[in-house]
């Protein structure tokens, strides 16, 4: 009897130990999804406003920029 308690005993750990490698390892997948997804917005969105930038001849890119350093100027008037 104590010999089938000790091997089913053994046997829970090691299942133990296999689920947790499991989940580190699907942990370590999703970053890596993460950072690929992550990674294939960005590119998109720079391909997204380079293509618009060439559409429009950069005028879009100019106003905001502009309206961006207007945004600026008006919180460090604030600040003071």
């Keep these: 009897m104590s010999l089938k308690t000790t091997t089913l005993l053994i046997a829970s750990f090691l299942v133990l130990a296999g689920c947790d490698q499991a989940e580190k390892s699907a942990q370590q997948l999703m970053g890596k999804a993460a950072e ?7 590119d998109t969105h720079k391909a997204a406003e380079e ?30």
């Design 36 to 42: 690929t997804a992550k990674q294939a917005i960005d």
């Design 51 to 80: 293509a618009i930038s060439e559409a429009t001849g950069g005028l879009i890119s100019k106003k905001e920029s502009s309206v961006q350093e207007s945004d600026d100027s008006e919180s460090s008037s604030q600040e003071i």
